[in-house]
């Protein structure tokens, strides 16, 4: 019987600080080094547009941080497989799949959006792009 399969990934917005490493990556190590599953953690650069569309300037050096940072708290690619999600155009296709099935009202009711939504109401975040974030 193969492993089961765990997929996950971090917007890169900066440089991985306490909450990334305990809340995820730290996960992960484990997750790896376990054996026990066939693991895959992705860089969401195209997540990250949702709330930094407007200034992407520094999206491609928050993306090699991440994947630095990543590697130097233990994530190896010999045991994970580690990916842009940019690099995917699979992952856009089938969110736009996903899209075309999940109902408007189970997005509105996300409890991150609503919370994000207040948080940058400074900002028009009021977009199909940050609505459909999770799909």
């Known amino acids: ?3 089961p399969v765990v997929l996950s990934g971090l917007r890169p917005t900066g440089r991985v600080h306490l909450g990334n490493y305990f809340g995820a990556v730290k996960n992960w190590v484990d997750l790896q080094d376990s054996g026990r599953y066939r693991a895959y953690f992705f860089v969401a650069d195209l997540h990250a547009l949702t709330t930094d569309y407007a200034d992407t300037r520094m999206l491609a050096s928050y ?3 991440a994947v630095l940072d990543w ?3 233990g994530l190896d690619p010999e045991k994970a ?3 842009l999600q940019s ?3 699979q992952h856009a296709e089938l969110a ?3 899209s075309m099935l999940t109902p408007l009202g189970w997005l ?3 409890p991150t959006y609503k919370d994000q939504l207040d948080a940058l109401r400074s900002r028009d975040m009021a977009t199909h792009g940050f609505l459909g974030y999770p799909v």
């Open 1 to 3: 019987m193969t492993n």
């Open 63 to 65: 993306t090699r941080d």
């Open 71 to 73: 590697l130097a708290v």
């Open 81 to 83: 497989t580690i990916f």
């Open 87 to 89: 690099r995917v155009p």
């Open 96 to 98: 736009l799949y996903f």
């Open 108 to 110: 509105e009711r996300v």
